[in-house]
């Protein structure tokens, strides 16, 4: 309902002096609202011009937690299956191969073992990790030995060291692919395919036994 000037000024005469001031003073507080062109205008329009700033808002967090995110998974990090064992890697990796051996499989009760290469130069061991890992040495060809080390408590394999045949220490360590968060998989390769039990994906680079030049001289030295 709008009310014409004139008819508030005949209501303000009829009521008397004292009331028509006050009310007077409540329309003269409503005059100053810019272009409001009714007496009982809500202020509802004001509460939608705050949407755009709430959704840029929204726009601006999601972005930050993207970014976050993406630089957790830029760092590779040991850790197995009850985390016990947990450290950051800092040696580059070399290679990376999926092995379908006999061995491979027994080793990791599955389908094929996954080993990552690295330099054994810069791969360590934290002081206070080592006392978390247990060894098992088994032998292998031509006269060498390897040392496989696991977790004391839920006994998942975290890596293999092979000795040479004269006892020196090999300069690659074979580390688990399955413990290693932010490994990056692509460009891997398939050896001792000749036993494999599942069927290798088309396109990959694949070898019947050994590659004939291996990074780290073969990875269990079959």
């Known amino acids: 309902m709008k009310l014409s000037p004139q008819l508030i000024r005949t ?16 329309v003269n507080q409503r005059s100053i609202a810019p272009q409001t062109s009714s007496f009982f205008t809500l202020p509802s ?8 700033s709430s959704s840029s808002s929204s726009s ?39 092995c379908h051996c006999l061995e491979c ?23 206070e990790m080592q006392s978390k890992l247990s060894k098992w040495t088994r032998p292998t060809k031509e006269g060498r030995t390897m040392d496989c080390y696991f977790c004391r408590e839920c006994g998942c394999r975290i890596y293999h060291h092979i000795h040479e045949a004269d006892g020196t220490l090999r300069g690659t360590v074979s580390v688990k692919g399955g413990v290693i ?7 891997s390769k398939h050896i001792y395919t000749r036993s494999a039990v599942v069927e290798i994906p088309e ?16 990875v269990e030295s079959k």
Request: net charge neutral.
């Open 45 to 52: 329009s004001r509460s939608h011009s705050h949407r755009p």
């Open 105 to 127: 499989q027994k080793q990791s009760s599955s389908a094929f073992g996954t080993s990552a290469i690295f330099p054994s130069s810069s791969f360590t061991i934290p002081t």
């Open 11 to 26: 209501t303000f005469t009829s009521r008397g002096l004292a009331r028509p001031f006050v009310l007077l003073a409540h």
């Open 181 to 187: 968060e932010g490994l990056e998989w692509k460009g």
């Open 60 to 98: 601006s967090t999601t972005t930050t937690t993207h970014h976050s995110t993406h630089s957790i998974h830029a760092t590779m990090q040991i850790s197995c299956q009850c985390t016990s064992i947990s450290f950051p890697i800092t040696a580059p990796l070399l290679d990376l191969y999926h």
């Open 203 to 218: 396109g990959v680079e694949r070898f019947e036994a050994a590659p004939g030049e291996m990074v780290g001289g073969g």
